[in-house]
């Protein structure tokens, strides 16, 4: 994980573009590099070491002329390498060299080949390409500056005050000179037809399983954010059964308002339950009142429920790294997958159920992606997530709704998820957590935590500038004071209209309270009287 930024088309001054790079420098607190190929384009990369620590620094050159930046990583770098690059040789052990070889051996028909989380930029002389992973988990930005050079960032500080436009580069898709946008990834799940398969519920939790096991792969220590809800709950329990057949003891973590907040209960539940090092985090809600200018700084949105759910997460990454670990597993995804959002209850049949989910995942990366790579990486952790693999997706999204419906099934959300790990041969978790309601994290570090947020929020921002919102915000205008809010944070370091039109504002459906806290729900029970109702 780690920031990359290209200038592409003019003979820029390196001098400045490598101070834009550093206003992401928390993405790699490791190692900062620059490189002017050529050509004239300037690649900079703020590095978090997390494969080949010791000499797989970037930008990385090919065999000869081609040069390349890349955050994320790619999982099977190196069945690539013993395969399809089996006659190149390498400069690194890392998994990022792989991106580069493979644009020299098939030029840009080699996206399918990776199985990863990426952003990158590959420059050959006057020709180069950019690429974003399928559902966008790792960021990238793109835009124009006055003299028709390209910009490419990580984050969008580095080129908003630089470029005319810009906007977020699409997931799924790559970028030429000569092709211009070329989606890549179009699997069969994109289209409702072809989810009507069978619920095969063991490939449903091997697939996970081998999921997560690709995603501990690292040279430095790893550890896992739980909550105590299924999601994370499940990746955990995986991911501590895999590490102790190595003789090694996974780290946990949670956060909370208090002892007493939902997630912490929950969570330590499940940690004792697998024996894992557990760390528990509290914040007050004044911490993280103070913070909401510097979060909305490193999140780059006026999203309520980012933001909401970002606080608790920006302090938890922060205790991580202070304790040593730069990655982390998280369970980002499911709740869109399966339809675990309490709000699914409401749908109006199978197809709008399927419908939703199918538009959440490919909508993840405005809303959950960009939530946990910014909270995360502004203290250099990564995050890494099992539910969005390619493969899981395919075998999850493809099952028909009938068999995924929470109506069906007495109001269970994700109830087909449940039964792939509720086994008579292997408890992978213990059935009060399993069963367990969802609560959105926001809520879940405590209830009090959104409510004081939106009374502290109140008290700053006056009737007559709500009222006024359409004429000073007409994208995207807030309807609530909290949002109102944020939007002026937001403003005051985003003022272009580019900046406002990137964010994708977190609604949910069918229901009359649109506040998107699980609790607005009402379908939103008390946590002991769901379990009892739930195994019915």
């Excluded at 606080?311 to 997958?337: C, H, N, Q, R, W």
């Excluded at 959440?360 to 992606?369: E, P």
């Excluded at 999850?396 to 099934?409: L, N």
């Amino acid at each position: 994980m780690c920031g990359i930024l290209a200038v592409i088309g003019k003979k820029e001054d390196q001098g400045l573009v490598s101070q834009l790079s550093k206003r992401m420098s928390h993405r790699g607190p490791d190692e900062s590099d620059v490189h002017v190929t050529e050509s004239g384009a300037i690649l900079c990369h703020e590095r978090l070491a997390i494969m080949d620590v010791t000499t797989g620094k970037q930008p990385i050159q090919g065999t000869s002329s081609a040069w390349m930046i890349h955050n994320g990583e790619i999982y099977n770098y190196q069945a690539l390498k013993e395969n399809e690059l089996k006659d190149h040789e390498f400069r690194t052990t890392g998994d990022s060299e792989v991106i580069v070889h493979l644009y020299e051996k098939y030029g840009y028909g080699f996206l399918n080949k990776l199985d990863g989380d990426f952003s990158f930029v590959v420059v050959d002389g006057k020709d180069f390409i950019a690429a974003r992973d399928p559902i966008g988990v790792k960021p990238l930005y793109y835009g124009e500056d006055g003299d028709g050079a390209l910009w490419f960032a990580s984050e969008m500080k580095v080129l908003a005050d630089q470029c005319v436009e810009f906007q977020a580069f699409p997931p799924g898709y790559y970028y030429t000179p000569t092709t211009g946008f070329v989606q890549y990834y179009k699997p069969d799940w994109y289209y409702l037809e072809d989810c009507q398969e069978e619920a095969d519920l063991k490939r449903l939790r091997d697939s996970l399983i081998a999921a997560t096991k690709k995603r501990l792969m690292s040279d430095v220590p790893l550890g896992v954010l739980l909550s105590g809800g299924l999601d994370s709950s499940l990746t955990s329990s995986i991911a501590a059964r895999i590490l102790k057949e190595k003789g090694k003891k996974l780290h946990s973590f949670s956060i909370g308002l208090n002892e007493d907040a939902p997630d912490l209960i929950a969570a330590r539940k499940v940690a004792d339950f697998l024996g894992t090092d557990h760390h528990e985090i509290h914040f007050t809600v004044e911490e993280g009142i103070g913070i909401i200018k510097k979060l909305i700084w490193h999140l780059e949105t006026y999203d309520v429920t980012s933001i909401r759910a970002s606080t608790p997460m920006y302090f938890l990454s922060k205790a991580i790294t202070e304790k040593g670990i730069k990655v982390v597993l998280s369970g980002e995804g499911a709740d869109e997958i399966f339809g675990g959002y309490l709000y699914f209850k409401n749908a109006p049949s199978p197809e709008e159920f399927q419908k939703e989910t199918i538009s959440r995942v490919k909508r993840l990366s405005t809303a959950d992606c960009l939530r946990a790579d910014k909270s995360t990486m502004a203290h250099g952790l990564e995050a890494r997530v099992p539910f969005l693999d390619k493969a899981f997706l395919q075998t999850a999204i493809e099952i028909a709704p009938i068999h995924k419906m929470p109506t069906t099934h007495g109001g269970v959300e994700k109830y087909i998820l449940r039964k792939a790990f509720d086994t008579p041969e292997q408890a992978f978790l213990p059935d009060e957590v399993l069963w367990r309601q969802k609560e959105q994290f926001s809520d879940g570090v405590g209830y009090s935590w959104i409510d004081s947020l939106i009374e502290f929020t109140k008290s700053q921002v006056t009737d007559l500038e709500l009222e006024m919102a359409a004429s000073k915000y007409p994208v995207n205008t807030p309807s609530t004071k909290e949002a109102y809010f944020y939007r002026e944070i937001f403003n005051s370091y985003f003022p272009q209209e580019s900046a406002a039109k990137s964010v994708k504002k977190w609604i949910p459906k069918w229901q009359k309270d649109l506040d998107p806290s699980g609790r607005a729900s009402s379908t939103h029970v008390a946590q002991t009287s769901f379990i009892e109702a739930a195994k019915v």
